[in-house]
Each structure stands twice: as C-alpha cells, then as structure tokens.
C-alpha cells in the first residue's frame, strides 16, 4: 500500500524490527527529511555524527546503516536507486526562511511538520535531532564552502531501508526551495513486511 505525503508536510509511524520501508520520490527533484526513534525509548534516536563517524563517509547510500545516540543500528540501506543523501544539514525551520531566504512571513517548514507528527509519540521540539535527508544533493567545495543542488532523483527512484530495532520513523515532503529545485512536491512510502 503506497502512502502519500503531500507537498510541505510529514507524517509519523512505527516501523517493526525487520520490515522495510521504501521511500519513493513519484515526481522527481523532491527531497525527504527522515528522523528515527527508538521505540521503547525515544530518547534514542537517529544520529549523523555516530552515522558518518562509523560508515566512515559522508555520502551515505547502499549498503551503509544509520546509526543511534547510542551506537546502534536503527536502519540498513537496501536500495538506493538514486545515490545522493545527505546527513550534514538540519531540517529547515521557520528560522531557516527568515536567516537564509530573508523571508520574514511565515514558511512551512521541515522541522515543524517533523515535530508535529511526532508529538502524539511524545516527542517534542527540541527532541528532532538531525535528518537523513533522503534524495538530497549537497556539494561542497575544496575550502568545504556548502551548496544546496538540485535533487539528482528522477520519478520513481527510491531508497529502500530496513528496520533493525523497533522504530518511531517520521518523514517529510521537504520544505525548502533550494532543497528542490523550486518546487514541491509529494513523497511516497511503503512499508513492507520482512
């Protein structure tokens, strides 16, 4: 069963040790911000430091695992169709669009969509830690200077994960201009038993 995210907003679930969980970009150029909780204790969560420390990379992609707080694996890549993500840059906020766009009215946000979905869990604001921003194209260049590219995924790519605790997962239809090459669109997930 296909489940849609619609364009700048998110949705949280549970994801049982062993099932899988596709992520799929329909439209193309569409990023995915993804968190993850442990969930028998959410204050083990998803970490990019202990992820790029123990994979020993920053493009992480197929074969590579995401890591906890805690030093655990929470999630294995089975399938990454298109190959960029990334795990340096936090989930835009409403202080993302005020600070980087220069745009004092109020945006939908990443980090907004993230914490509200996941507040019937008991997850707060300042529990979202970092994201794996799924189909996300982040350069960087020989001073380490950042930039925001456009997504490299084609519709129908996806990135297939497989759970390896019980998970609290929440997930986003990205937010951010940049982010998508100017454009929103929705994400689509599956999940899929063992």
């Known amino acids: ?3 849609v995210i619609e364009k700048q907003t998110g949705q949280a679930f549970k994801l049982k040790k062993g099932q899988k969980l596709k992520v799929i970009d329909p439209q193309g150029e569409q990023v995915s911000d993804m968190v993850l909780f442990n969930a028998e204790d959410v204050r083990e969560k998803i970490s990019s430091g202990k992820t790029l420390d123990f994979e020993e990379s920053i493009l992480i992609s197929s074969g590579n ?6 030093s655990r694996k929470m999630m294995k890549i089975l399938e990454d169709t298109n190959g960029r993500n990334d795990f340096l840059l936090a ?10 766009y220069n745009n004092p009215d109020y945006h939908p946000s990443c980090f907004e969509n993230l914490y509200s979905s996941l507040r019937p869990f008991g997850i707060e604001p300042d529990d979202v830690p970092t994201a794996f921003n799924i189909f ?21 790519d996806y990135v297939l994960f497989e759970a390896q605790i019980d998970l609290i997962v929440a997930l986003t239809a990205c937010s951010a201009e940049d982010s998508n090459n100017g454009s929103f669109k929705p994400i689509h997930y599956e999940i899929l038993e063992d």
Not at 65 to 70: C, E, P
Not at 91 to 100: N, Q, R
Not at 136 to 156: C, H, R, T
């Open 91 to 100: 989930p835009c906020s409403p202080e993302t669009f005020k600070i980087m």
């Open 65 to 70: 695992y995401l890591w906890s707080n805690r």
């Open 136 to 156: 996300m194209n982040v350069q960087f260049d020989s001073q380490g200077k950042l930039s925001v590219d456009p997504p490299l995924s084609k519709a129908g």
């Open 1 to 3: 069963m296909i489940h």
